[in-house]
């Protein structure tokens, strides 16, 4: 089982960027879904989630407002849509898959996880 995620990169504050995080070798249509992010010397906190369809998502603080996930199960991919990007968005995001019926936010809840992709946010 694998999960690639791409698109980050080095954005100015205010712009956006889309990340992806496709798996391959299993096929995760029925499972919970997220992205979690983690800075230089912090822990791996939360930003998004969503269930098996897409229909309910669940988003951190800091992600509300700003942030989209959602997901096509057809190329077993789920994305990110980051908006109004700031400087303390700066961090490695890691999407994870979880095999629970709900959509939980700590890491200990996610049994997959992608290799990271750097988003750095210019001021």
């Known amino acids: 089982v694998q999960l690639q995620a791409s698109g980050g990169g080095l954005v100015q504050a205010g712009g956006s960027l889309r990340l992806s995080c496709a798996a391959s070798?299993?096929?995760?249509?029925?499972?919970?879904k997220g992205w979690f992010r983690q800075a230089p010397g912090q822990e791996r906190e939360f930003v998004a989630a969503?269930?098996?369809?897409?229909?309910?998502?669940y988003y951190a603080d800091s992600a509300k407002g700003r942030f989209t996930i959602s997901r096509d199960n057809a190329k077993n991919t789920v994305y990110l849509q980051m908006n109004s990007l700031k400087p303390e968005d700066t961090a490695v995001y890691y999407c994870?898959?979880?095999?629970?019926?709900?959509?939980?936010?700590?890491?200990?809840?996610?049994?997959?996880w992608g290799q990271g992709t750097l988003v750095t946010v210019s001021s």
């Open positions: 994870a898959v979880s095999t629970l019926s709900y959509t939980g936010s700590h890491t200990s809840e996610y049994h997959y």
């Open positions: 070798g299993r096929t995760f249509s029925s499972a919970v």
């Open positions: 969503c269930n098996w369809s897409g229909s309910s998502t």
